[in-house]
């Protein structure tokens, strides 16, 4: 094939996708990231994280101060190796021992470099002791600083989320399904309310109808009363006229009629 040919369009078209792919799988697993990095969670494990430090700290420093008690202890007692040997030295010379003696100089001179070298190792660990200890003090004074500002972090967060589900809450009132549903149930309850009083009022209908018939005619008849006394007072009702009597002794006269006065008399 000659130099002249590049790349076909399906190489370049899959290279294309699979690009496109892994920017689609980075921007998934960045979006992963940021939802699982929950700053109160984040905070606590930064907080255990620095106490868990602690124990390591303080077995460290206290290695060292072994190291300390052990140079010491040796250094005792090379002094008191050296003292005894010294003390051998003058039995061995009043005895007249010379020759022990002289390896009790020799062993005394051994001891006494032996302690200086111990001496020099204890000032290296006295002050990798107090080096140690003041690393471990200031440690755990930043620790309590650092652990205050978390806690203030935390509440800050808890406030935040607080301040979310509030605001969540507020807008459901507003927009959203909470307030949907009370304008639902409203419109139920006016619904039912109507059906029952239509109901009660076909019920009741022919009752009322009755009773309203009742009443028309109990006043009708109170004015028909009225109207009649009014007459008898002003003498605008007619006299009653009296019936003619029949001839013959089979039949007997019928009784006159009292009028209003005589009925209210009795």
Sequence with gaps: MGDGLGESPCGKGAMTMLRRFFLVLRSWFGWLLRRSEDPELLLRQYIDDMRARVPKLRAAVAEVLATEYQLEQQAERLRKQIADYDQQIITALKMGYEEEARVLIAAKAQAEESLQDTLEQLETARRASQQAKAALDEYQREMERKIAEAKRLIGQAQLARLQEELAQAMAAFEVGDMSDVLERAREKVAERTARAQARL?????????????????????????????????????PAPQQPSLPSGDETRQLPQPRSSETRRQE
């Design 201 to 237: 009022e076909v019920a009741t209908s022919d009752t009322n109808a009755r009773l309203r018939e009742v009443r028309r005619a109990s006043l009708q008849l109170g004015v028909e009363e009225q109207l009649a006394e009014y007459k008898r007072r002003l003498g605008l009702t």
